[in-house]
């Protein structure tokens, strides 16, 4: 089994910047990919960026360039480093991990970033 744990949302102004982390726990060693998903109130949770073996990454057209996942091993934290951050980047922002030879998945709690002046 794998946990995750989310952490660093808050409220940020317009083109700030914050670092979101996950820390996974258990079968660490098991995951073969990992990503961030955002869901924003009154729509369908999407997805922000994923991270395979480490080194390859997917991100969504709406945070090229400005968003940038990454993991430095299976004993650290995903992170999401988040910068010119807009409003509609606001949301509950969830990491996900994919696990084990049966292709598991499962979801962080959750951290809510809210982008606002």
């Known amino acids: 089994q794998v946990q995750l744990v989310e952490s660093g949302g808050g409220l940020v102004q317009p083109g700030g910047s914050l670092r979101l982390s996950c820390a996974a726990s258990?079968?660490?060693?098991?995951?073969?990919?990992m990503g961030w998903y955002r869901q924003a109130p009154g729509k369908q949770r999407e997805l922000v960026a994923t991270?395979?073996?480490?080194?390859?990454?997917n991100y969504a057209d709406s945070v090229k360039g400005r968003f940038t996942i990454s993991r430095d091993g299976a004993k650290n934290p995903l992170y999401l480093q988040m910068n010119s951050l807009k409003p509609e980047d606001t949301g509950v922002y969830y990491c996900?991990?994919?696990?084990?030879?049966?292709?598991?998945?499962?979801w962080g709690q959750g951290t809510l970033v809210t982008v606002s002046s």
């Open positions: 258990g079968s660490i060693f098991s995951i073969y990919a």
């Open positions: 996900k991990a994919d696990y084990g030879r049966a292709n598991l998945e499962v």
């Open positions: 991270i395979t073996s480490g080194t390859i990454t």
